[in-house]
């Protein structure tokens, strides 16, 4: 893949912040590639505001009353497939996907986790974290299959857990974490050196047994 034609179309529900940490890396000349449009399941979503402040198209598709999951996602798969991807970014999309669906993009589907996978699929990743007494806390970015948050991981980055820590300061702190670590991740996927070929994922041509974390991301691209 030429990297800089890289096609990205970012999928989301609410702030947007790691939507605005990717804009930024391409507007710095850091991040080759293009978001052909952010999608939102929901009209009020802020991240759309963004995207309409840096002249990236915005479409929102909201259930209709009565849809089933796999409607829903056929809808929203006609739109992805008019733009024609590389990579579909999930950046806080606050939906389960249908097997149908995720199987359509396999390999070409990545979300952004905040837990150090696989530790604390699903929801108030932080709070579980400091009621379990952790020590440490992360954020991981993976490769969506149908089971939720189970797909391999691509890259990982740590944080040591404060003891004033709670779960706003968490918030916090791993959102500072993604908006390193998802922009140079998906500049490793556009680089088109990362292949998954289920169940393995592979840079070049050795397969990912740990984690790339930021420094590692740095070496590479
Ligand atoms: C992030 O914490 C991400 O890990 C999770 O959803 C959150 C989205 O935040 N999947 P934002 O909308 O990008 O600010």
Known sequence: MNPSSCRLIVLLSGQ???????????????????ICCVISDKKDAYGL????????????I???????????????ASLIDDFQPDWIILAGFMRILS??????????L???HPSLLPKYKGLNTHQRVLDAGETEHGASVHI???????????????????????????KQRIHRVEHQLFPASIKLLCSG????NKPALAI??????????????????
């Open 16 to 34: 947007g912040s790691n939507l605005q940490a990717i804009i930024d890396r391409i507007n710095q000349g850091e991040l080759a590639a293009t």
């Open 49 to 60: 505001t963004r995207a309409q402040q840096h002249g990236i198209p915005g479409q929102i």
């Open 62 to 76: 909201e259930t209709s009353p009565g849809e089933t999951r796999i409607d829903y996602d056929q809808r929203l």
């Open 99 to 108: 097997t149908g669906f995720v199987e359509r993009y396999q390999g070409r």
């Open 110 to 112: 990545i979300n952004i």
């Open 144 to 170: 969506v299959t149908p089971e939720l948050d189970d797909g391999p991981v691509i890259s990982q980055e740590k944080i040591t857990i404060h003891p004033d820590d709670n779960a706003e300061s968490l």
């Open 193 to 196: 050196r990362i292949s998954y």
């Open 204 to 221: 070049d041509d050795s397969d990912i047994t740990t984690p790339l974390t930021l420094s590692h991301l740095a070496e590479l691209v």
